[in-house]
């Protein structure tokens, strides 16, 4: 099983500011089998970036995923107030998928 | 537009079988791709519980260890999962989804459903 973790737990930031966020695997993982959801609080979670760089239909260009083997990143480039959320990366394509514990994404 | 849809008891015995359902509308199942569940419990994290293809092989998180099962209706469109001997560890959101359509840039997600395991 391939384990995800996310760094940093929290992230504090102003609008208009960068974000960078981190997703570790514990082996290396196809970068077609990579994604990154967003989630709000009693919504489901929705899907940004999958194949680790394709962004998802409807999802804005500030949004960009980058990374291979096993250090993946989703970046943010300036963020909105509505991008202030939880932030999951997930494996899938290989039995068992998994999902990294969650970024929060908090206002400054 | 495809939509997602759980339903099933919201209270579940501890020891019990916890069974939910999800109803695809605008695509059959039967079709293509893999329909799955995950769950999330509160105030916690998302777990991935298993999918099932749409041709009736299962794949399972290991970590059930065995007490999930997920199978089709092609007959109504939908599928389900069951969870048995449920303890309070499996209180949570559960979600349905279709797998990552990558030819169309998309998934599909139920709204969820909470189910909690209470005596």
């Known amino acids: 099983e391939i384990v995800l973790t996310q760094s940093p737990g929290t992230l504090s930031l102003s609008p208009g500011e960068r974000a960078t966020l981190s997703c570790r695997a514990s082996q290396s993982v196809s970068s077609s089998s990579l994604a990154w959801y967003q989630q709000k609080p009693g919504q489901a979670p929705r899907l940004l970036i999958y194949?680790?760089?394709s962004r998802a239909t409807g999802i804005p260009d500030r949004f960009s995923g980058s990374g291979s083997g096993t250090d993946f990143t989703l970046t943010i480039s300036r963020l909105e107030p509505e991008d202030f959320a939880l932030y999951y990366c997930?494996?899938?394509?290989?039995?068992?998928?998994?999902f990294g514990q969650g970024t929060k994404l908090e206002i400054k | 537009q495809v939509q997602l849809q759980e339903s099933g008891p919201g209270l579940v015995k501890p020891s019990e079988t916890l069974s939910l359902t999800c109803a695809v509308s605008g695509y059959s199942i039967s079709s293509g791709y893999y329909w799955g569940w995950v769950r999330q419990p509160p105030g916690k994290g998302l777990e991935w519980i298993g999918s099932?293809?749409?041709?009736?092989?299962?794949y399972y998180n290991p970590s059930l260890k065995s007490r999930g099962t997920i199978s089709l209706d092609t007959s109504k469109n939908q599928f389900s999962l069951k969870l048995s001997s449920v303890t309070a560890a499996d209180t949570a959101v559960y979600y349905c989804?279709?797998?990552?359509?990558?030819?169309?840039?998309?998934?599909?997600w139920g709204q969820g459903t909470l189910v909690t395991v209470s005596s």
């Open positions: 194949g680790a760089s």
């Open positions: 989804a279709s797998q990552i359509i990558a030819a169309i840039g998309t998934d599909y």
């Open positions: 099932v293809h749409h041709s009736g092989s299962t």
């Open positions: 997930m494996h899938y394509g290989s039995s068992p998928n998994s």
